[in-house]
């Protein structure tokens, strides 16, 4: 049978409360599927900052670059918020992307049928929504120099960053956005603000060029804030969006809620070679954690899509996401995605109702 080796990152807050769901979820999978999975668990963030003194442990990443996937449940809380940079938990999931080299982080957003009513959005407006952010994932203000704290001319305090982008890397996020949207329905928006900065003047500039070697697909511009505006207005217009780093961190938060919770939102970072990382899109969620209240299903999600882009599994994918929609239809919601006359359950309950499902010819896909 296929063996493949799944390192674990947990991480912090809710991270070991859905990352164990996660597990469990992929261990009944595949034992259906004929799928042997080793698992390593090592600590990255705040975990790893009060086990080692570092956010992200060599041990961690090499561990990460010598598997076939790596699933991350979250980072980050108020113990650490107040770090040094270099000691802060996002620095060691920066630098965990950065290591894998994922380039290209896809975030689906779909509003599924049986969650219409927790969307914030009008029926009308959220029914049907099914659109894909790709997030350019290890450059831009994240990663660009010069960056830090000095003092200005008047001796006052500053902080800088910078956003800049290579032809390069925006020609490679751009070749995943074309293919993506080439497999869904044709339509992909570029979302820039190229009338105010020279890295999305670039941008556009890179990505129009590339279009002619897609013909079959329909390129669009759209500035930053009026996508904002256009993705609550109306989200169906959009199908695949391609954007850079932190225009791809907030619009995905944005389109998280169309779909009812941010607890339901899985991704997929992917690079050139090597190891995937796949991620829920929200994080620790220290106002709940420990309380056996988090949405499990986007890290589960997750895990499908792990299976998905990471192994090739597409059927153990789709069981997974098979028995998330039987969950759903069998009424269990956890508190984030909770209306009236629904089944309200914690974490760990929704994965024994996950279970059931993976389990039952129900979700046989
Ligand atoms: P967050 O996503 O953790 O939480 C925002 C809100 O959504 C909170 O009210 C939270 O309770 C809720 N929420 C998030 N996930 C949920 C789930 N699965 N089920 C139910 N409710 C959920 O964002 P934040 O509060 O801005 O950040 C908290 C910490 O997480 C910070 O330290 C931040 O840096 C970190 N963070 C990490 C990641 C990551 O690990 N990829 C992503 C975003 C934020
Ligand atoms: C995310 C998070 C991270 C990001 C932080 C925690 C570094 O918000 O995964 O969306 O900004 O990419
Ligand atoms: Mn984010």
New binding site residues.
């Given amino acids: 049978s296929k063996s493949y080796n799944i390192t674990l990152l947990s991480?912090d807050?809710?991270?070991p409360e859905?990352i164990s769901v996660a597990k469990s979820a992929l261990q009944l999978v595949a034992s259906l599927e004929g799928i042997e999975f080793k698992f390593r668990e090592v600590p990255v963030?705040g975990a790893a900052l009060d086990l080692t003194g570092v956010p992200l442990p060599e041990e961690t990443l090499s561990t990460a670059k010598d598997s076939d996937a790596v699933l991350?449940?979250?980072?980050?809380?108020y113990k650490w918020?107040n770090n040094e940079k270099h000691l802060k938990?996002?620095t060691g999931?920066l630098q965990l992307r950065a290591g894998l080299k994922v380039f290209a982080n896809l975030r689906p957003a779909t509003v599924l049928p049986q969650l219409v009513d927790a969307s914030t959005l009008k029926k009308d407006v959220a029914e049907g929504v099914d659109l894909m952010v790709v997030r350019e994932l290890t450059g831009g203000i994240y990663f660009g120099k010069p960056r830090g704290f000095s003092t200005n001319e008047n001796g006052e305090e500053i902080g800088f960053n910078t956003e800049v982008y290579s032809s390069h890397e925006i020609d490679r996020i751009a070749r995943v956005a074309f293919e993506t949207a080439r497999k869904r329905s044709g339509k992909l928006c570029s979302v820039d603000k190229a009338n105010v900065l020279e890295a999305s003047m670039l941008w556009r500039k890179r990505v129009t060029a590339l279009s002619s070697e897609y013909p079959d697909v329909e390129l669009s511009h759209m500035y930053v804030d009026n996508a904002a505006m256009q993705l609550v207005r109306n989200p169906k217009q959009f199908d695949t969006i391609v954007t850079n780093n932190i225009f791809g961190d907030i619009l995905s938060d944005e389109a998280s809620m169309i779909t009812g919770?941010?607890?339901m939102l899985p991704s997929a970072s992917i690079g050139e070679s090597g190891p995937g990382l796949f991620?829920?899109?929200?994080?620790?969620?220290?106002?709940?954690a420990g309380q056996d209240?988090?949405?499990?299903l986007?890290t589960v999600l997750s895990a499908a899509m792990l299976l998905r882009y990471g192994l090739g599994e597409e059927k153990a994918a789709r069981r997974i996401e098979a028995a998330v929609l039987d969950t759903l239809d069998r009424g269990y919601r956890?508190?984030?995605i909770y209306s009236a006359g629904q089944k309200l359950v914690g974490c760990k309950e929704m994965g024994e109702q996950v279970m059931k499902s993976i389990d039952s010819k129900v979700a046989t896909p």
């Fill in positions: 991480g807050g809710i991270g859905v963030g991350l449940g979250a980072i980050g809380g918020d938990p996002e999931l919770s941010i607890g991620e829920p899109i929200h994080g620790s969620a220290p106002d709940i209240k988090a949405n499990p986007a956890t508190g984030d």
